[in-house]
């Protein structure tokens, strides 16, 4: 059985504990950890950590086990940078920095609907001109150097009522719940030895980005890391609103499996 896990700063809470040795996978478990982790990357017969939106990729083979996922709260690690208040821009080309398809739906579903703003293009090339940047990670975390700053994770739940959905946990869609309990309990488990030693974990990732760590914990802190059913409505609330226009297919039946 093998788990793919997407390593970014903000699966951080659930990856790093196994990346940093703090515990091990069950023998029957393949656990690879990699960084910008895809749909495509995914086989068949694999489970997944993955941004959402690339469950859109493997839903006709794939469903979401809500045992585990990485969910923001009324706030979070995707964030607006512009020279001016969001309510003077009206048209403008948007500029993806360092952010996973997760963002960049939560983008496409916020910026219109919530702020007004129109994007004319979505480019992650640093030579296009835009007032509007999209940051996430790390560099969410970090301060503007100038201009403002706009949460998007908050923007969503003052917009819906529910949670930014980030990551989700994918199974092959043979796959029942007796079958994996394994590899949930080694995620679980994980969880909560970074919850345990979230001070060393904060310090571990922080210090090559030099982040305040007061602010990194008070964002850590607004994360859940299952998703309950309005969540689940959520997730699918964001493929439905941020997909259209960008290169994911088309949103076709999402599959959740059921709790026990």
């Known amino acids: 059985m093998r788990l793919l896990l997407d390593h970014t700063f903000i699966t951080s809470p659930v990856v790093h504990p196994f990346v940093g040795g703090w515990v091990e ?29 690339e469950y859109l990729w493997l839903q006709e083979t794939h469903q979401i086990v809500p045992d585990v ?8 690690m995707v964030a607006m940078r512009s020279p001016v208040r969001p309510d ?4 403008t080309p948007v500029r993806l920095i360092d952010v996973d398809g997760a963002g960049e739906i939560l983008a496409r579903a916020t910026l219109r609907a919530f702020y007004g703003i129109h994007a004319s293009a979505w480019s992650r090339s640093e030579e296009e001109a835009a007032e509007v940047v999209i940051v996430s990670g790390p560099l969410a975390v970090q301060p503007p150097e100038a201009g403002f700053s706009e949460d998007l994770c908050r923007a969503w739940v003052i917009l819906t009522g529910d949670r930014a959905v980030s990551h989700v ?12 309990e394994p590899l949930i309990d080694f995620l679980n488990r994980s969880i909560a030895m970074g919850h345990e030693r979230r001070r060393e974990l904060r310090r571990e990732i922080s210090e090559p980005f030099r982040l305040d760590r007061d602010r990194l914990a008070e964002l850590q802190n607004a994360y859940s890391f ?9 997730a699918q609330a964001l493929l439905q609103r ?13 599959t959740f499996m059921a709790r026990s």
């Open 25 to 53: 996978a069950p023998a029957e478990l393949d656990v690879k950890a990699r960084e910008d982790l895809l749909g495509r990357d995914v086989g068949p017969e694999d489970f997944g950590l993955v941004p959402l939106p």
């Open 69 to 76: 996922a990485v969910v923001a709260g009324n706030s979070g």
């Open 88 to 91: 003077e821009i009206g048209i």
């Open 169 to 180: 946990l994918v199974a092959p869609r043979a796959a029942d719940r007796p079958s994996i």
């Open 226 to 234: 299952e998703l309950d059913a309005d969540d689940q409505r959520s």
């Open 242 to 254: 941020g997909t259209p226009g960008s290169v994911y297919p088309q949103m076709g039946g999402v």
